[in-house]
Every structure is written in C-alpha cells, then in structure tokens.
Nanobody, 121 residues
Framework: QVQLVESGGGLVQSGGSLRLSCAAS????????MGWFRQAPGKEREFVAL???????RYADDVNGRFTISKDNVKNMVYLEMNSANTEDTGVYYC???????????????WGQGTQVTVSS
C-alpha cells in the first residue's frame, strides 16, 4: 500500500510560480512511476506530468516548458514546480503512484487527497 500526501497548493497570480510537494510512504518511489494530475470544476481529471523510476519525465502539451516534475528518492518526495502559471492551471492537483509508467488516470493505483491551486488573473 502506498500513501500520498500533497501540499503546497494555494493562490497565485497569473504569471507567478508555485511548488507542489507529494510525500509518499509505504513503498520507495524509486520503484514507482509518479504522476501529477489536475481536475478543474466540471472537467475530467487530466494528466499533467510523469516521472518514471529511472527519472525520465513526460509532460502534457499545455504545461511543457512551464512545469517541472522532480523527485527525491532519499526523502521519498515528488515535486511539481509550476512557473508562468495561468488561469487555465486552476484546479485540484493530485499526486498519483503506479507500478508501471502510464499517463492515463484510470491506470494509476494510488492517489493522494489533492491540493487546490487557484491562479488569479
């Protein structure tokens, strides 16, 4: 079993930056694919970023170049650095873990409770 706890959400102005953190326990994240997803009101949960066991990363097109996913295997932490935020980035951000790499939300086995990010114009 893997437990995930997100933190770092809040209110940020358009063009600003925010750093989300995800604390994992139960299994080493070095053995897991870790992802960030977000869900805006009235919309489906969507893929944001992925970091795999080897450290390779993948991003959704609309955040590529603005967001950076990283991890610290020693601390068992995953991070999402959000830069040049815009109002379209508003939503609840979820940390997720899975045994294999995928960008599909339905395939991820473990989820955090989410943290709210609001970008004001």
């Amino acid at each position: 079993q893997v437990q995930l706890v997100e933190s770092g959400g809040g209110l940020v102005q358009s063009g600003g930056s925010l750093r989300l953190s995800c604390a994992a326990s139960g299994r080493p994240i070095s053995t897991l694919a870790m992802g960030w997803f977000r869900q805006a009101p009235g919309k489906e949960r969507e893929f944001v970023a992925l970091i795999i066991q080897s450290g390779g990363t993948r991003y959704a097109d609309d955040v590529n170049g603005r967001f950076t996913i990283s991890k610290d295997n020693v601390k068992n932490m995953v991070y999402l650095e959000m830069n040049s935020a815009n109002t379209e980035d508003t939503g609840v951000y979820y940390c997720a873990a899975n045994q294999y790499a995928t960008t599909a939300a339905r395939d991820f086995r473990w989820w955090g409770q989410g943290t709210q990010v609001t970008v004001s114009s």
